[in-house]
């Protein structure tokens, strides 16, 4: 494979992007949506969306499914279901698509379908359903946990349908807050470590992940939580996908680490445990080949996609360089 | 160049990363602190710190400079000359570094050195005082802006020595702000787009920009912002580097985008005009040699990087895969 200098080489690298011919997506990426985000302060523009809008609409933090697609439900059905917060997720074939806030109804309306906690959600959902749903529950809890102003203690008022709080007191503007979370895999040859967090299930191993701290590189971070969780040192670090994470509103950023030796010491306060594992013994764990205990995470958070993608794609991490 | 799976290779990249020999570090990285972050809530082991710490102080976002380096004092210079928050900025050689915030005074104290405007400060400071004053100017700001609870209005305590707020009403817990940023150059062939932006002086080009939203990957964001800004479509995304950016609390995250097209239209309100470099043109500009108005980002910025080492390094932006 060759660098894109020429017509044919770039329109392979565009449809492998746009297409995603090998890998699925990650989960709550690819929202088809345009968040028309130049729009969102035009009145008119505004009003035209919400006159032929749909609606999804979120009890407790828990969006609507119905028949296994997300809930959007028009206008007119939601008129009564509550009063929260209303968001623009953005435009899909001319249709504007809104979430709704309802938990302030002591329960969730009878008769229009489920209302699935997120991940459970993300499970069964199409992924560009669950992707929508994600974008979505990030920007109703934001609501929830910021309605004052934080810097001057008052109410704050919604604007650009939901993207923006304005301080009617100190005129602050406040937005949707999106927290970075480096989360690596340190690789060494064959084997990669991992380590059981304090809040992991029995026999569930993982990546190491920290959020990213002011003043903070992505790559400093990822060799302070290295340094701190695991107590290994490392070199390269390779960065190879990301994801959001709506619980309640990280961006995860999924690293390589090329550790120095085989060393290691877990703080014993978040992480309990850690150990090496062989790249064949990965792979037979993943297919359910192996079962001694020991347990892998789930395919819905980019900490597989980091374990998975290492064991089966040979180019990486550390992809060669051109000569 | 062989993929790092003998231990000379090992080696290899370690030392490539450890002392990046090639590239001088992003302003703003490579802090040298041990952020202690474990030990923030003990307080023997705060109390040992401040014993024998040093603090430097900001008046109004400006940090102190000392001839040319960062002005960390001695705790006891400190104590009269004001009373904002204070936080442990981490531990060198066993020492505490600070930074206090005294803001309240109605002017900068005299007779210490010069307060200096950060962006200023980070010229003249060799790059790890520069890092740490990025930290400490990202910690500050976050206070003062951040003093009442978001969630219920109430004015929140300090807890962590600066890391963490608290409300003493609701207990909601509140953590520094870090919001993402992607930065990207789109590049097809020997060209790369880059475009002036309403708030640039006259002449300066640079490479778009723009906050990564609630629910999106950075490839969501990078595709979402080069579509509005510019109109253009692209296909391949790679990362290249990353940069705190205390203005106030940013994470610049810079990546190329295969472009599909030369194809583009601006929006005409964030982004006045875009035009196609040439490489060639791109290196005499970087030297100097090269006087027709138009101007790129300075030395200091992330973007600045992503153009020079686009221009400069054959392999980059794609890589070519191992076969």
Redesign the interface.
């Given at each position: 494979?060759?660098?894109?200098?020429s017509a044919p080489d770039?329109?392979f690298?565009?449809?492998?992007?746009?297409s995603k011919p090998v890998e699925k997506p990650?989960t709550?990426?690819?929202?088809p949506l345009d968040?028309a985000?130049?729009c969102r302060a035009n009145p008119a523009f505004m009003a035209g969306l919400l006159a032929n809008g749909r609606m999804v609409p979120f009890w407790r933090q828990a969006p609507l499914v119905v028949a296994g697609r997300a809930g959007f439900l028009p206008f007119a059905q939601c008129e009564e279901l509550g009063d929260g917060p209303c968001v623009l997720l953005g435009v899909l074939d001319g249709v504007g698509h809104f979430a709704l806030d309802i938990s302030s109804e002591e329960t969730p309306p009878a008769g229009l379908g489920e209302f699935l906690e997120m991940r459970a959600a993300a499970l069964i959902l199409p992924p560009a359903d669950a992707?929508m749903l994600?974008?979505?529950?990030?920007?109703l809890d934001?609501h929830?946990?910021?309605?004052?102003?934080?810097?001057?203690?008052?109410?704050t008022d919604i604007a650009d349908i939901g993207?923006r709080r304005v301080c009617p007191k100190c005129s602050?503007e406040?937005?949707?807050?999106?927290?970075?979370v480096v989360i690596m895999l340190p690789v060494?040859?064959?084997a990669c470590l991992v380590g059981r967090n304090r809040r992991f299930p029995d026999g569930l191993y993982s990546a190491f992940a920290g959020?990213?701290?002011?003043?903070?590189?992505?790559?400093?971070a990822v060799r302070?939580e290295l340094s701190?969780e695991a107590g290994i040192k490392?070199?390269?670090?390779q960065?190879h996908?990301?994801?959001?994470w709506?619980f309640p509103?990280s961006?995860m950023?999924g690293c390589y680490a090329?550790a120095?030796s085989r060393d290691f010491k877990v703080?014993g306060?978040e992480i309990l445990e850690a150990r090496w594992l062989a790249k064949d013994d990965v792979r037979k764990r993943l297919a359910g080949e192996m079962e001694d205990g020991i347990r892998l995470p789930a395919p819905i958070a980019i900490a597989h996609r980091l374990i998975r993608d290492w064991a089966t794609q040979?180019?990486l991490p550390?992809?060669?360089?051109?000569?």
């Open positions: 494979m060759r660098p894109p200098t770039i329109v690298w565009a449809e492998k992007c746009e990650l709550f990426t690819g929202n968040r985000s130049l992707a994600g974008q979505a529950k990030a920007l934001w929830v946990r910021h309605r004052f102003c934080a810097q001057c203690g008052t109410p993207h602050a406040h937005f949707p807050r999106t927290d970075p060494l040859g064959d959020f990213v701290e002011a003043g903070e590189s992505l790559e400093d302070r701190e490392v070199g390269a670090i960065y996908a990301s994801q959001p709506p509103s961006l950023i090329q120095v703080d306060e040979a180019r550390f992809v060669r360089e051109a000569d």
